[in-house]
Nanobody
Framework: QVQLVESGGGLVQAGGSLRLSCAAS????????MGWFRQAPGKEREFVAA????????YYADSVKGRFTISRGNAKNTVYLQMNSLKPEDTAVYYC????????????????WGQGTQVTVSS
């Protein structure tokens, strides 16, 4: 089992920045590929970004490419999502997820999920 706890969400004005963190409970965190997803009210959960177990590979949704950066600190069992140039359409609950395999972009590919953290971007 892997427990994931997100933090860092909040209210920010358009154009601002936030940094989300996701802390994992498992010692073998470095074996897991990690992803960030988001879900806005009335919408499906969608992929945002993912990073391989080593951190050597990353992948982003087109909607956030160039604005968001995913990274990981395996020594701290933590994955981060730096979000810059935020837009109102980025408003959603953000979830981190883990899978004991290669990098992936589909929700069904992930085995473990956090509870989510709310990000609200005002115009």
């Amino acid at each position: 089992q892997v427990q994931l706890v997100e933090s860092g969400g909040g209210l920010v004005q358009a154009g601002g920045s936030l940094r989300l963190s996701c802390a994992a409970s498992r010692r073998t965190f470095s074996n897991y590929a990690m992803g960030w997803f988001r879900q806005a009210p009335g919408k499906e959960r969608e992929f945002v970004a993912a990073i391989s177990w080593s951190g050597g590979s990353t992948y982003y949704a087109d909607s956030v490419k160039g604005r968001f950066t995913i990274s990981r600190g395996n020594a701290k069992n933590t994955v981060y999502l730096q979000m810059n140039s935020l837009k109102p359409e980025d408003t959603a609950v953000y979830y981190c997820a883990a899978r004991l395999s290669t990098i992936a972009t589909m929700t069904d590919d992930y085995d473990y999920w956090g509870q989510g953290t709310q990000v609200t971007v005002s115009s």
